[in-house]
């Protein structure tokens, strides 16, 4: 085992120089430290900052994201992704400004088991506000650590040597400090490929550059290949309107607004194929024009080749779903949060 003070004192050197400017560095709030790491969770940081920046602007506080309605939310995270931080977000605050007073709370087991906070993110929030010395382990500090230990495989014996070795190197008076230290290292310097292991504070403690193959450390995993779904869409016009329907109680985007769709088998013969997934999904009727276009877009685990086609509503018909649903105009599409397949056919709509 390697003594603490070479791990701990050339990290910590390293981050105080070489550490990049990010707004949330600047404050040891809670409520935009909890705001950012929930943000930046399979996110990168550039993506992740001027979404911050904005929401900053309209939700300063605790009270005033407790107060929003979560549409307002929702469209200010629209783009940002995997939004069920932003409904989890949202359902923690409630609780933080309804049952702590605005605070956070002085136990963190009180705080890690509020809605999408769990053990990472607390470690997070209190180690760098409350300075607890508890080490944050994600997908940057694994890889950081299979380097330094030479571990190949993350088994279930290599996540408790990690953990217990973290705990070990861990700064007492720095616990923040020195897990974005961490963090950063494997964001800008150990990287999955080609690690700049020249530019690494660590670099004479580490087994994996000792052994000439940092790379191989953990070994890569195979890659999967990713499902691909067939979707129709139909811009269902009503005179100047188009029906837009929320995606009220689904798992995966859920409460944003969207196009009345369906998954098909096949993209051959799509115009009665779509008449006939509008009337039994929707007791639409429509008259299938002309197609908009078609657009790949990939989500985490899937991607999927979505078809667009304006359609006219038959007089008379009326949506029949057990979800809000709405009629709306092109220039209001931007009062409403969408997926974003669904704005890259408002994109082709609007050319």
């Known amino acids: 085992m ?3 003070n070479n791990i701990s004192k050339p990290l910590l050197r390293w981050y105080r120089k070489s550490k990049r400017p990010m707004p949330w560095r600047n404050t ?3 409520y935009k430290i909890w705001l950012s790491e929930t943000m930046l969770q399979q996110t990168q940081v550039k993506t992740v900052i001027p979404f911050y920046n904005s929401w900053i602007e309209k939700y300063p506080d605790f009270e005033s994201v407790a107060g929003a309605r979560l549409d307002s939310l ?9 939004y069920n931080r932003c409904h989890n977000f949202h359902k923690a605050v409630k609780i933080i400004v309804n049952k702590y007073n605005s605070s956070l709370p002085i136990n963190i087991k009180d705080f890690m088991v509020l809605p999408g906070v769990g053990s990472y993110t607390s470690a997070a929030v209190y180690s760098i506000v409350f300075l607890h010395p508890i080490p944050v382990v994600d997908g940057n500090v694994n890889r950081v650590m299979s380097r330094l230990l030479r571990l190949l495989r993350f088994t279930p014996y290599n996540k408790k040597r990690v953990l217990s070795t973290l705990i070990k190197w861990l ?3 720095r616990p923040g400090d020195f897990n974005q230290a961490l963090m950063e290292l494997g964001s800008t310097v150990c990287l999955p490929k080609n690690p700049k292991c020249e530019n690494c504070p660590l670099k004479l403690s580490c087994g994996g550059t000792l052994s000439g193959s940092p790379e191989s450390y953990p070994s890569p995993k195979p890659k999967q ?6 979707v129709l869409t139909g811009v269902i016009w009503k005179r100047d309107s188009f029906l837009i329907i929320k995606r009220a109680g689904y798992k995966h985007l859920n409460n944003l607004w969207e196009l009345p769709s369906g998954k098909t088998l096949t993209k051959n013969n799509p115009h009665p194929q779509l008449e006939e997934l509008l009337k039994n999904k929707f007791k639409l009727e429509v008259t299938i024009k002309n197609k908009i276009g078609e657009i790949r877009h990939r989500y985490s685990h899937f991607g999927i080749t979505l078809s667009g086609f304006h359609c006219r509503l038959i007089n008379g018909s009326k949506p029949e779903v057990n979800r809000p649903f709405r009629w709306i105009k092109l220039n209001e599409i931007n009062q409403y949060a969408f997926p974003k397949a669904n704005h890259k056919l408002f994109n082709l709509i609007q050319e």
């Open 74 to 82: 929702l469209k200010s995270w629209e783009g940002l992704g995997y």
């Open 171 to 173: 700064d007492r008076s």
């Open 2 to 4: 390697y003594p603490t």
């Open 28 to 30: 040891k709030e809670p």
């Open 225 to 230: 290949s990713l499902p691909w779904q067939n």
